[in-house]
């Protein structure tokens, strides 16, 4: 019980923790956008061709773009202060309900992608470890090595190419087939063909990741007193590898694995694009093409949110996988 | 009856060698022992002598390049070659063995039940539930107090001794015929020692099994095992009854060995007699040649108790914030040093002795009294004024390993503190460190090596000659030869008394250690809880212990002994 409590008070603080962090980055994003050149008013009216100064000024006095800066700031901490993210110039429809839209398609493709580099890592690492020098472990190298240098539209491309043109297993793009009105497995099984390409074009940067740092991590426990010990009590290889070695390498992957939560969200703005799904990092690319700061400052905050979530649920994944770490 | 004579552990002609970039490495040759059921044996010898080798070669857990040679029979069978599903079947049911670190030699991340019910479902089909029953037992066996809630503990939760009742719970779980402790108490304070000792005494009369002791210890081997092997590169030098070795060893590496060490009952001083050292002449036709050099003593002036104390503390207190709250270290300490004087420190871990030293050093700050150094308060002092503090005292530490940078010179580390401390001319301080090379005793040519190319020895010489180059008045040495084999820390403390005269120098000398203490200390004073709880000078501080906890600690050494 008094653990559940700790986990309860821990968690308080980081919440606590994370109100002036994210004001802070509400703030400091707000003016790294503002030194862009030219706001939603300039895309507008160029998009349309044939605006005049008059026009234009309207614009912008109804997207409140008229103020000066820091007006707008409170405006907009004005709104979150009512939990509100403010209004789309562009999309016509509140930054919330905008992003409400995307967020689960975005949430769906990163943790399936994280899944698929997890475990494909660590049995990739693993088998490197067991087999280190050999090789099996010198085949995995190169290939991990591959999968670290080539970037991810380039792969997404490929995969395109070859399962989508070439063997016509699977779609090219899109979020589920237009028009089919599927429920149940055949609709699970639908989206799961359109999500296989582009979660696997993310993953494979973090599969390289993941699977050298399990190498390492592996091959160093290897060498440490309680392996030893674990060999001498008779214990099989297999039984040695996963309940000594495994185990205690995982610590340092769950690590890195929560500060990839938010370099994914980057890696996400490219494949979302390649594969054409509806995700949060299209909206967010086509925020910053349309000058659309509102949307963007919600993204950004959205995405900080889920870091220091992200950050917060490691830590206590941590203080469970290695007893010597408290809960405080 | 005959076939319990029949030796668990029979050793025949073992040959050890490991390849490696510069061409092969013997580590053991022509090696033969057995152990039978319920005898002690000890391996004995210096680090390197391949005793752990060998240790590792009986329970097959040398790396695969090793190539081995002879004949290893355990009950009966020899493990050499053995299918390693065979193997697998005799480690841990029929040989068991112990290890020296019990800090690291437990998986951290699984309760200590868990890992001792792993060990018993590994041989034996047992549920888990009655595997839990047994694990409990064995912790009882093992005397763990509260066993009951032990068996969920995590290994970091528990105290040194205790985790090694808990590899020896572990190891003696299927009753082995033979269990194998490699240096299973180096690591321990000296009443847990005892302790240890006893119980793993106790346990192999009880399951009738043979026990083989790894160590460096001759004093231990004496009082704890029947048999001993003593080892010196790979060889066995000789073999003889563990009531022998003190009066009637033949060997001169042997006698050397006992010569080298020092004992609590011969109550040596430093000042009326030095070490001898023991002398390995390696020939060039492969044989070796042992001598035992004796020194004449070196006429010290007596400390200098009329003058200022080199260092004085007052009522020092020290405490850590913990999650827990406030912890003290050091609790209400004084003392003082006089200049000349070697004051030795004895406490167990977590006496607080290293925190007290760091203090004096002003390494971690006071919380309240004074410490006053050649007449000046350096309590609160910062900056350049502890800088030019600084100079004068200089600490020895431990570890010869850890405390040298790997990757720069011995020239550069000794050039170091003379950098620091403005001496701004290159030749001047090249000429400081070819000096300091030859007060140390080592080569010329040193200062251009890196420390990994020097022995744990010659790594200590350095330690200290970096502690001496800036001409300090007060050396602080915590734990300088703990790390060190018996030959080589007679040569490590005869320095530091030839230092000490050269010098002029005063020490403050910690060591859980009580021969060493005896041996190098003017005066004692014995830590226990934060707190001193005794001083007194070396000889009587062993004669007339006034506190129930260094008597305590004297009789545990002496029963190792």
């Known amino acids: ?328 | 009856m005959a076939q319990t004579e029949q030796p668990v552990l029979d050793v025949r002609n073992l040959r050890l060698r490991f390849p490696g970039p510069g061409g092969e490495t013997t580590a053991v040759s022509g090696l033969s022992f057995s152990v039978r059921p319920g005898e002690a044996v000890a391996l004995v010898g210096e680090s390197g002598c391949g005793k752990s080798s060998t240790a590792l070669a009986i329970m097959q857990l040398l790396p695969d390049t090793a190539k081995l040679g002879g004949e290893i029979r355990v009950d009966g069978r020899d493990v050499i070659g053995l299918p390693r599903k065979e193997l697998r079947a005799l480690r841990g049911s029929k040989v068991a063995m112990i290890f020296q670190e019990p800090m690291t030699s437990l998986n951290p991340v699984h309760r200590v039940g868990e890992q001792i019910v792993e060990a018993l479902r590994a041989h034996k089909p047992l549920s888990r539930e009655d595997a839990r029953e047994r694990a409990l037992a064995l912790l009882e066996q093992v005397r763990i107090p509260d066993a009951q809630q032990r068996l969920d503990a995590y290994p970091h939760q528990l105290s040194g001794g205790q985790r090694q009742r808990v590899m020896i719970a572990m190891a003696i779980a299927c009753e082995p015929r033979l269990l194998i402790a490699d240096e299973p108490t180096t690591a321990l304070d000296a009443t847990i020692q005892a302790q240890i000792l006893q119980l793993l005494d106790d346990l192999r009369r009880e399951l009738n099994m043979g026990l083989l002791l790894i160590t460096h210890d001759l004093a231990l081997v004496s009082r704890w095992t029947e048999n001993v092997v003593v080892m010196h590169h790979g060889e066995k030098m000789e073999q003889l009854a563990a009531a022998d070795l003190f009066g009637r060893a033949h060997h001169p590496y042997t006698r050397g060995l006992i010569g080298a060490s020092i004992r609590l009952d011969r109550s040596q001083h430093y000042r009326t007699q030095r070490l001898p050292e023991i002398r390995v002449v390696h020939n060039a036709d492969d044989t070796y040649e042992f001598l035992l050099e004796k020194r004449e003593p070196i006429r010290l002036p007596p400390p200098d108790r009329g003058g200022a104390p080199v260092v004085e503390v007052h009522n020092l207190a020290v405490r850590y914030d913990t999650p827990r709250g406030p912890f003290t270290a050091v609790d209400d300490v004084s003392l003082a040093i006089a200049p000349g004087e070697t004051l030795g420190l004895v406490g167990e871990s977590g006496s607080g002795k290293s925190t007290l030293s760091k203090a004096i050093m002003r390494l971690v700050p006071a919380h309240s009294g004074r410490i006053v150094f050649r007449g000046e308060d350096i309590t609160r002092i910062e900056g350049k004024n502890l800088r030019r503090v600084r100079r004068n005292m200089q600490m020895v530490f431990q570890d010869p390993y850890g405390s040298l940078n790997p990757r720069h010179t011995v020239g550069e580390i000794l050039e170091g503190p003379l950098a620091v401390h403005e001496v701004n001319d290159a030749r001047e301080r090249q000429k400081r460190v070819q000096r300091m090379l030859d007060q140390v005793g080592l080569p010329a040519r040193s200062a251009n090596r890196l420390p990994h190319e020097f022995s744990g020895g010659q790594r200590q010489r350095i330690g200290i000659a970096r502690a001496l180059m800036l001409n300090p008045s007060l050396v602080v040495c915590d734990e300088p030869v703990s790390a060190l084999d018996v030959s080589v820390q007679s040569q490590i403390l005869n320095l530091l008394v030839e230092l000490k005269e050269s010098l002029n120098l005063s020490y403050l000398f910690i060591s859980h250690d009580l021969a060493v203490v005896q041996y190098i200390s003017d005066r004692v004073i014995v830590m226990k809880d934060a707190k001193v709880v005794e001083e007194n000078d070396h000889l009587r501080i062993w004669t007339h212990p006034r506190h129930d906890y260094t008597r305590a600690l004297i009789s545990a050494a002496a029963r190792e002994a």
């Not at chain 1, 699977?211 to 309680?226: C, P």
């Open chain 1, 1 to 328: 019980m008094s653990s559940l409590g700790k986990i309860g008070s821990s968690l308080r603080r980081t919440a606590i923790q994370a109100v002036p962090t994210v004001i802070g980055i509400v703030i400091l994003n707000f003016f790294l956008l503002q030194m862009a050149p030219g706001d939603a008013a300039d895309v507008i009216a160029g998009e349309a061709g044939s605006a005049t100064e008059e026009t234009m000024h309207a614009l912008r006095v109804q997207f409140g773009l008229n103020h000066p800066v820091l007006v707008q700031l409170y405006n907009y901490l004005n709104e979150l202060a009512h939990f509100s993210l403010g209004f789309s110039p562009r999309y016509g429809m509140p930054v919330a309900e905008l992003i409400g839209q995307r967020l689960p398609g975005t949430l769906l493709l990163m943790s399936l992608a994280l899944g698929i580099a997890l475990f494909i890592g660590l049995v990739l690492g693993s088998v490197m470890a067991i087999f280190a020098g050999r090789l099996p472990d010198r085949v995995l190298s190169v290939l991990a090595l591959v999968f670290y240098s080539v970037p991810g539209f380039w792969i997404g491309l490929m995969l395109i190419i070859l399962f989508s043109v070439t063997l016509g297993w699977l779609p090219s793009g899109g979020a589920g087939t237009i028009g089919a009105d599927l429920s149940g497995w055949a609709g699970l099984w639908d989206k799961a063909r359109y999500m296989i390409l582009p979660a696997t074009s993310l993953a494979l940067f973090y599969v390289a990741i993941y699977a050298r740092l399990t190498r390492a991590s592996m091959l160093e426990v290897k060498s440490q007193d309680f392996v030893r010990t674990a060999r001498a009590k008779g214990l099989s290889p297999f039984s040695v590898t996963v309940h000594h070695v495994l185990r205690n390498a995982l610590i340092p992957i769950t690590t890195l694995a929560g500060m990839h939560i938010g370099s994914m969200l980057g890696g996400a703005v490219v494949v979302e694009t390649v594969y054409s799904w509806p995700g949060l990092g299209r909206l967010a690319y086509e925020a910053v093409m349309g000058r659309d700061f509102t949307v963007l400052l919600g993204i950004l905050l959205l995405s900080s949110l889920l870091v220091i979530a992200v950050n917060a649920a490691v830590d206590l994944l941590q203080t469970f996988l290695d007893p010597r770490i408290g809960v405080r």
